[in-house]
């Protein structure tokens, strides 16, 4: 039995409110990588442009803990 085979066998003993995962999960492992790197690549580059002056700003846990009410 191939492995695609063996694959099939079991989709078909998973249960209906599991597929929902194993949708997901076959999403994400046949998505276009090439895609995906050019989105990083221009949400970096996006970044980089980024004129804000605090962009680089960064924060300690303990202040960001205070910040948002979290001890």
Not at 8 to 16: F, I, R
Not at 42 to 52: A, G, I, P
Request: negative net charge.
């Amino acid at each position: 039995m191939s492995e695609r085979e063996m694959a099939v066998s079991l989709l078909e003993k998973v249960p209906d409110y599991k597929m929902g995962y194993v949708l997901a999960y076959l999403q994400g492992i046949t998505a276009d990588e090439a895609a995906d790197d050019a989105f990083c690549e221009e949400m970096f580059q996006n970044y980089l442009k980024d004129t804000d002056p605090k962009k680089d700003e960064t924060y300690s846990l303990e202040t960001c803990k205070k910040e948002w009410g979290i001890d």
